[in-house]
């Protein structure tokens, strides 16, 4: 019977195999041999020699360098999709069996979401999955939504929660619940009490809106101008309940989604669905990326808590003008 012996240095390189292509995922989805060594903790010439490695073997080019930052090629693309599963799986290893044994009670879960998701959305699922999991630490990051991705992307975040207006080709989106476009007014204002309002009617008086490099400002901008109005806006206010506030002082009137009305407040609500596009919420992850046991818990929890939406149609929501890939606000 004959037996093969490989030799000491392939044994060496299956064993630093999974080294190599982790650096190398690190490097694609960092854009950067340096970040990616800061990243898993080791010296850039470190992370470089792996990469090198790696390309030695396959007799290719994984990456094009110019200067600082790198981009994969298309055989660094192929490679980066094969081999992401796999190192993510392996660096999962532990929670992913201790999820399969019914053993989900540690670890840490990293949450993205703007401040009027986390406001409105996120406290009844929250409060469900810590009472679920007590012993799985939330990290729970307020961010607007390209810091949101970014951090989706350079896997600071397991997913995030919050509003799509168009999903860029690296990231996916499912919507959870969605809401209503509504006009809010003091309750002394000549249009409170009304069923129904025109936009020709709302033109005159002055918006309270957040501000204007943000898609909800974007949004009624391209509303109006479609119809050939002009509209003036009086005050330029961050975060909805600064905006319900003024409007209850009778400072101005404001287009709000409902989400963010309690039916506690002092306001007059003008429905205007008419005009404006529906405003759905839902996950947001980077595709191919292996969920961790924790994100897959706190997802059952969203789709838990909103049972009773899910089968609500996703909301056709043409994306205003500008650059506006997610709400980039604290109001997404």
């Known amino acids: 019977m004959g037996v093969t012996v490989g030799s000491g240095s392939q044994i060496h390189y299956k064993q630093n195999r999974l080294k190599q292509l982790r650096a190398f995922c690190h490097a694609a989805r960092m854009g950067s041999v340096s970040a990616a060594a800061e990243k898993i903790f080791l010296s850039q010439p470190t992370v470089s020699l792996q990469i090198q490695a790696l390309e030695r073997e396959l007799g290719t080019v994984l990456f094009e360098r110019r200067g600082p930052k790198i981009k994969l090629t298309p055989e660094g693309s192929l490679l980066f999709q094969i081999a992401e599963p796999l190192v993510e799986g392996m660096d999962k290893l532990h929670e992913t069996f201790a999820t399969q044994a019914g053993r989900v009670d540690r670890g840490i879960l990293n949450l993205a979401a703007g401040e009027s998701t986390i406001l409105y959305i996120l406290p009844e699922p929250i409060r469900s999955f810590v009472k679920q999991y007590p012993g799985i630490e939330l990290k729970l990051h307020n961010v607007t939504g390209r810091d949101g991705l970014a951090m989706l992307r350079a896997d600071e975040a397991d997913l995030a929660v919050g509003s799509m207006l168009e999903v860029p080709d690296d990231i996916s989106y499912r919507p959870l619940v969605t809401y209503d476009p509504t006009l809010i007014t003091p309750l002394d204002h000549p249009l409170a009490g009304k069923e129904s309002v025109t936009l020709e009617e709302i033109a005159p008086y002055g918006l309270i809106l957040p501000p204007r490099h943000l898609s909800t400002w974007r949004m009624v901008d391209l509303v109006f101008r479609q119809h050939n109005l002009s509209y003036r806006v009086t005050m330029e206010a961050g975060g909805w309940e600064v ?25 007059g609500r003008i429905p205007l669905g008419q005009y404006f596009p529906r405003r759905s919420y839902g996950i947001v992850q980077r595709r191919g990326k292996f969920l961790s046991p924790q994100a897959k818990c706190f997802i059952k929890t969203l789709e838990s808590v909103f049972a009773d939406r899910l089968g609500e149609p996703p909301p056709q929501t043409p994306p205003p003008s500008g650059d506006t890939k997610w709400e980039d606000a604290l109001l997404g």
């Open 243 to 267: 905006i319900k506030k003024y409007v209850e002082l009778g400072l101005g009137v404001s287009i709000v989604t409902d989400v963010c009305l309690t039916g506690k407040e002092r306001l």
